[in-house]
C-alpha cells in the first residue's frame, strides 16, 4: 500500500483543535478534518525537529511497512511512534520532504 494522506504545512499561528506530540515539541492538526488533506504545524522553542521539515512543506503517505520506503533514502527523523496509534519516518527524495506513515492503530491522538 501507498496512499496519499496529507501535505503538512508550517504555521505560526495556533489551529483549531491542534494536538500535542511531546517528544518533537510541536502541535499538529489532523488533516482528515481539513477539505484539502491538511496538516498543519506550529513548532515550540526547543523544538527537535531539523530545520529542513520545519522550514519546508512535506507530502505524507500511508505505507503498509516503512522499511522499504526508507532502503537508501537521506532519512531526516528515524522512526519513531507518534501517540500510540502510528509510526513515522522523515526523509528526503527527489529534492522534498517525504513522511511515510504505518499507521499501528486507526485513531488520531484517542479519537
Same mark, same amino acid.
Do not use: C
Given at each position: 500500500?501507498?496512499? =496519499?494522506?496529507?501535505? %503538512? !504545512? ?8 491542534? #494536538? ?17 488533506? !491538511?496538516? =498543519?504545524?506550529?513548532?515550540?522553542? %526547543?523544538?527537535?525537529?531539523?530545520? @529542513? @521539515?520545519?522550514?519546508?512543506?512535506? &507530502? *505524507? =503517505?500511508?505505507?503498509? *511497512?516503512? *522499511?522499504?520506503? &526508507?532502503? %537508501?533514502?537521506? @532519512?531526516? !527523523?528515524?522512526?519513531? @511512534? ?8 522523515? &526523509?528526503? $527524495?527527489? #529534492?522534498?520532504? =517525504? ?5 499501528? $492503530?486507526? %485513531?488520531?491522538?484517542?479519537?
Amino acid at each position: 500500500m501507498f496512499v =496519499f494522506d496529507h501535505v %503538512g !504545512i508550517t504555521t505560526t499561528v495556533p489551529q483549531p483543535d491542534e #494536538n500535542w506530540v511531546e517528544q518533537s515539541r510541536v502541535w499538529v492538526t489532523n488533516p482528515r478534518n481539513h477539505p484539502e488533506h !491538511i496538516e =498543519f504545524l506550529r513548532y515550540e522553542p %526547543g523544538t527537535t525537529v531539523p530545520e @529542513i @521539515i520545519r522550514n519546508n512543506p512535506h &507530502i *505524507a =503517505f500511508r505505507v503498509d *511497512a516503512l *522499511a522499504p520506503h &526508507i532502503e %537508501g533514502q537521506e @532519512i531526516l !527523523i528515524p522512526p519513531f @511512534i507518534v501517540g500510540d496509534f502510528l509510526e513515522v519516518v522523515f &526523509i528526503r $527524495k527527489h #529534492n522534498t520532504v =517525504f513522511e511515510y506513515m504505518h499507521y499501528l $492503530k486507526e %485513531g488520531w491522538f484517542g479519537n
